[in-house]
T-cell receptor
Framework: GDSVTQTEGPVTVSESESLIINCTYS????????LFWYVRYPGEGLQLLLK?????QKGSSRGFEATYNKETTSFHLQKASVQESDSAVYYC????????????FGSGTQLTVMP | AQTIHQWPVAEIKAVGSPLSLGCTIK??????LYWYWQATGGTLQQLFY??????VESVVQLNLSASRPKDDQFILSTEKLLLSHSGFYLC??????????FGKGTRLTVV
């Protein structure tokens, strides 16, 4: 079946350090999966951070970037310099725009950025 | 602007007791509606989706049911809770092939 595997948390980094959260996927039933990173800040709902619908393309938002790599089936999330306000839980997900719009999520990575 | 409201924010319920969780979407007509669930230590998975009033499709069998009594309302319920129902429940919506928007969720603890 379809699945997503991401860096197990918790992850702790210091402010201004670089960050990478790994995400790999398996899409056996979806021919052209869309890939997403969602984020949940403390006390907030789950919100879309970035998405990429075409293999080979890069998505970016709030200083975060992720490239859809079909060869390695990866969609790693990177940021050159994190801030304390980036502390949150990050979820990698894949999905296909269809009737059920089912999103397959990874288990989430708790990120804490130390000042 | 569209808003999604889930209630309650958190619940502690006894095994065998009934449950009703609700979700309302304001500012968008005829949304697609979804229920997602994450068990403690598990992954978020879709439970139900609804494209129109009165029609709900089940994705995962968990001895839960869902209903859509109004265009903007989605209800998740069961008559008898199990310990395994504990977790985090998220309601979500979208239109056509657009981004999926999530609510803030309900934390359910079954004791």
């Amino acid at each position: 079946g379809d699945s997503v595997t991401q860096t197990e948390g918790p992850v702790t980094v210091s402010e201004s350090e670089s960050l990478i959260i790994n995400c790999t996927y398996s899409a056996t039933s979806i021919a052209y999966p869309n890939l997403f990173w969602y984020v949940r800040y403390p006390g907030e709902g789950l919100q879309l951070l970035l998405k990429v619908i075409t293999a080979g393309q890069k998505g970016s938002s709030r200083g975060f970037e992720a490239t859809y790599n079909k060869e390695t089936t990866s969609f790693h999330l990177q940021k050159a310099s994190v801030q304390e306000s980036d502390s949150a839980v990050y979820y990698c997900a894949l999905g296909e725009p269809s009737g059920s719009w089912q999103l397959i999520f990874g288990s989430g990575t708790q990120l804490t950025v130390m000042p | 602007a569209q808003t999604i409201h889930q209630w309650p924010v958190a619940e502690i319920k006894a095994v065998g007791s009934p449950l009703s969780l609700g979700c309302t979407i304001k500012g968008k007509s005829s949304p697609n509606l979804y229920w997602y669930w994450q068990a403690t230590g598990g992954t978020l998975q879709q439970l139900f989706y609804s494209i129109t009033v009165g029609q709900v499709e089940s994705v995962v069998q968990l001895n839960l049911s869902a209903s859509r009594p109004k265009d903007d309302q989605f209800i998740l319920s069961t008559e008898k809770l199990l310990l395994s129902h504990s977790g985090f429940y998220l309601c979500a919506w979208n239109r056509a092939n657009t981004e999926v928007f999530f609510g803030k969720g309900t934390r359910l603890t079954v004791v």
